[in-house]
Antibody, heavy 122, light 109 residues
Framework: EVQLLESGGGFVQTGESLTLSCAAS????????MNWVRQDPVKGLQWVAA????????YYADSVKGRFTISRDNSKKTLYLQMNNLRAEDTAIYYC???????????????WGQGTLVTVSS | SYELTQPPSESVSPGQTATITCSGD??????LYWYQQKPGQAPVIVMS???ERPSGIPERFSGSTSGTTGTLTITGVQAEDEADYYC????????????FGGGTKLTVL
């Protein structure tokens, strides 16, 4: 069974940093791109970032580009999201999500972890 | 930036058919995906690549697209189908950025 377990969320002040982790199991981790998707009550679901299976390519939403860094350690089967210069609008539940397919150009997410809450206070 | 538009809410009686739409200019060129999210839970994919139902998803769920509109249809709605439904795709520039619709709250009366 595929399992994704996020950790690292918490309460921080504006401008501070936080690193999220996602421990994966139950599938060949290196074969799949991985993603972070966040959700807040106002803006709904928002894709944040993706990283290729090898870790050599990363993609970001414009709203986090230059502040967030996605990475992975395939030996530890763990995905990371380093978040710097956090803003109040980054407050959300952050989900780790596996690419549904290990091929093709289109991206979809399955499964998702249970999420970790990040609260940024000004 | 690219947007996918969904109605905020739909209501249906048990046993009836629910249709949830998603509109986006790039849908003729990009696959559309649908997720179901129940309160306190993570989203679960219920429709893939416009019309493909993932393993474990009941047959009452089906998907279709026509031009710039995609539709998720639930035939014979059950109480357990009450949830938020989100569509997801990408714009015409490529795979990223990934875009989600605003979500549709399906209420089973």
């Amino acid at each position: 069974e595929v399992q994704l377990l996020e950790s690292g969320g918490g309460f921080v002040q504006t401008g501070e940093s936080l690193t999220l982790s996602c421990a994966a199991s139950g599938f060949t981790f290196v074969s799949y791109a991985m993603n972070w998707v966040r959700q807040d009550p106002v803006k709904g679901l928002q894709w944040v970032a993706a990283v290729s299976g090898s870790g050599s390519r990363a993609y970001y939403a414009d709203s986090v580009k230059g502040r967030f860094t996605i990475s992975r350690d395939n030996s530890k089967k763990t995905l990371y999201l380093q978040m710097n210069n956090l803003r109040a609008e980054d407050t959300a539940i952050y989900y780790c999500a596996k690419d549904q397919f290990d091929y093709g150009d289109s991206v979809s997410f399955s499964p998702w972890g249970q999420g970790t809450l990040v609260t940024v206070s000004s | 930036s690219y947007e996918l538009t969904q109605p905020p809410s739909e209501s249906v009686s048990p046993g009836q058919t629910a249709t949830i739409t998603c509109s986006g200019d790039a849908l003729p060129n990009q696959f559309l995906y649908w997720y179901q999210q129940k309160p306190g839970q993570a989203p679960v994919i219920v429709m893939s690549r416009d019309t493909e139902r993932p393993s474990g998803i009941p047959e009452r769920f089906s998907g279709s697209t026509s031009g710039t509109t995609g539709t998720l249809t639930i035939t014979g709605v059950q109480a357990e189908d009450e949830a938020d439904y989100y569509c997801q795709s990408a714009d015409n520039t490529g795979t990223y950025p990934v875009v989600f619709g605003g979500g549709t709250k399906l209420t089973v009366l």
